[in-house]
């Protein structure tokens, strides 16, 4: 079906860069002014997934027999079936096994009208090294691609996956506080997902862009890219149908909330991931590169001599 593609990318790469662009900047005033919706994991706390054993849960009861039990300020929310609640019980700070107290003050409370299908309990101690744990591994990640981008490819185009990259990730968190998503470790894994998986995606039309750099050395470098991004789109459009036809399954078969929250962020994130490979690499590509002896010979081409450079304008 794409065997012979021709389409226009980089001709309307100006509107679309600046969409994105507005999109991204968005994200992180959002992001910034609201912050994420830090789950037990990160904020310490304790998690507990109930089911009714008869009819539908009583939100309003629960929450009336939590005030009772000075727990402090317990969310409880429905999750997909009426029967199912999910109560988020906050840090305690009487000790250090004040978070398995509080969950067993909620289990006599509760337990002859509903079971107890999860509890996760996360201590402070904890939920401090999970976040630095965290924090850590993303920047991990992201300098461990500049690194490699920029040895294999050269740092013009480390600039244009970096900057694609930056705005999946952006893109990602604003979803996330636009949604009132819980940031979870699941979460983190999630974006690292991402991250990898915009990455690939930009290298292989990078790979593309590099040998047809070689190959055509009078076009015009927009031309060039669209060339690129038309022989690589059955890839590129294989891969992304198919993964989100995975993702859309686990999200709605899936039978768990993380299961479910880890997929709709993959979904957004494979979204926006091909986007970016196409319409933030790309432009970046060519604000960054001009088709010149320079660029040349970063892909390992010799300078022109003035005996080619003459045959060639003639």
Known sequence: FFAKADMRFMAIRNPVF???????????????GVGLNMGA????????????KT???????????????????????????PRDVLVRIPSQDAGDNAEQTAVTLLRAELEDEYVLRRVDVVGPAVSGELTRAGTIALAAAMLAIILYVGLRFGWRFAVGAIVAMLCDVLLTLGFLVVT?????LVSIAALLTIVCYSLNDTMVVYDRIRENLLRYRRMPLSVLIDTSINQTLSRTVLTAVTTALALA????????RLVESFSAILLFGVLVGTLSSIYIAGPVLILFNRRNNRLDNELGEPEATPEQTARGAS
């Open 55 to 81: 009819d539908a849960a009583d939100i309003a009861d629960i929450r009336a027999r939590l005030d009772e039990l000075n727990l402090g300020e317990a969310r409880v929310e429905r999750l997909g079936s």
């Open 18 to 32: 600046i969409l994105m662009a507005a999109l991204s900047l968005s994200a992180f005033v959002v992001l910034v």
């Open 41 to 52: 994991d990160f904020k310490g706390g304790s998690l507990v997934e109930l089911r009714a």
């Open 180 to 184: 009132g998503m819980e940031f979870n």
């Open 249 to 256: 399954a686990l999200y709605l078969f899936g039978g768990s």
